[in-house]
Nanobody, 119 residues
């Protein structure tokens, strides 16, 4: 079994910054894609950023130039640096990883961390 634990959410003023972390533990051989998603009240969960094992990254248009995804493969951890935060970034943020274990490969979700951008 694999567990993803997130940290780093909170309340921040518009224009501020936060850094989210998500660490995976358990029966892990390797991790392919690592990503961040978010879900605002009354809206569907959406992709924020993704980092592939090959080193490429992709971002939602709404966060390009403000958010940066990075990963530490040795620590099975993915980060999301969020700068110039806006009220519309308020949401629960979830990490997602495609984890290869000994017998299978599947996606896992973190428990979610609340990010609130408000003055």
């Amino acid at each position: 079994q694999v567990q993803l634990v997130e940290s780093g959410g909170g309340l921040v003023q518009p224009g501020g910054s936060l850094r989210l972390s998500c660490a995976a533990s358990g029966s892990i051989v390797s991790i392919n894609d690592m990503g961040w998603y978010r879900q605002a009240p009354g809206k569907q969960r959406e992709l924020v950023a993704i980092s592939t094992k090959g080193g490429s990254t992709n971002y939602a248009e709404s966060v390009k130039g403000r958010f940066t995804i990075s990963r530490d493969n040795a620590k099975n951890t993915v980060y999301l640096q969020m700068n110039s935060l806006k009220p519309e970034d308020t949401a629960v943020y979830y990490c997602n990883m495609e984890v290869r274990s000994r017998y299978y490969t599947r996606h896992y979700w973190g428990q979610g961390t609340q990010v609130t951008v408000s003055s």
